[in-house]
């Protein structure tokens, strides 16, 4: 999976910053993180992308030891703002979107069982693979076919040629966030591009960040 969204240059910059403040004269400002801390610290990245909620509990709980640094916690509770978006068990945010015609419709106005929400860019490599793997998946086209499911494909770069000449199964919803309020006002978390959500009827979110293996595996037992 490609890394995506600008709070990762954020972040870069952030590590880049601490890195100039943590030189003191010949001393290293590693200033005696304990060990437990920076196994916790150097997996993050990994949990913002396969666990959002065990994310979550590690921040809070570097966020409140006191031999973490300040300089690190910037990083921290940038994080865990990130992080906090469309959290399993919450109503995913609304959105809205245009689709190839021109008209413009939003997430709210789409009615089913479930729900996959697929944020992608048709010009990365990663995403032209999962949508393949998608295409394929008898478990998505039984309930695509039967109305259960619906599948809402979201080019998170807007109204790029790429996604204009892209061609999508004709039961997937193929959109674009034109006003990109995705990427640029960061609605969502994207740790990753592509992403997949799974919300249910209520559009309550089921799965974040969610491999197709996972939302397979959850749909076969519905």
């Not at 490599?125 to 494909?153: F, H, I, P, Y």
């Not at 109204?159 to 006003?179: F, G, H, M, S, Y």
Request: glycine residues 4%.
């Amino acid at each position: 999976m490609q890394i995506f969204n600008k709070r990762y240059v954020f972040l870069i910059a952030l590590v880049a910053c601490s890195a100039s403040m943590c030189v003191c004269g010949e001393e290293i400002m590693e200033e005696n993180i304990p060990e437990e801390y920076m196994i916790m610290i150097n997996s993050l990245d990994s949990l913002a992308i396969h666990d959002s909620e065990a994310c979550i509990k590690s921040l809070n709980t570097l966020l409140a030891a006191p031999k973490v640094p300040e300089y690190e916690k910037e990083r921290l509770r940038f994080m865990l703002g990130a992080a906090l978006k469309n959290r399993v068990g919450h109503l995913a945010t609304d959105f809205k979107f245009m689709l190839k015609d021109g008209s413009t419709s939003s997430l709210r106005a789409i009615k089913g069982e479930y729900i996959i929400l697929y944020i992608n860019d048709p010009a990365c490599d990663d995403c032209a693979v999962l949508k393949t793997q998608m295409a394929e998946s008898q478990v998505l086209n039984s309930m695509l076919d039967s109305g259960r499911l619906k599948l809402l494909s979201v080019c998170v770069e807007g109204k790029t040629v790429e996604w204009e000449d892209q061609i999508l199964p004709e039961n997937w919803i193929d959109a674009c966030d034109e006003a990109l309020r995705i990427s640029d006002r960061e609605i969502y978390d994207l740790p990753t591009m592509p992403v997949l959500y799974l919300l249910d009827k209520n559009q309550r979110v089921l799965l974040k960040n969610a491999s197709l293996e996972k939302i397979e595996g959850f749909l076969k037992e519905k």
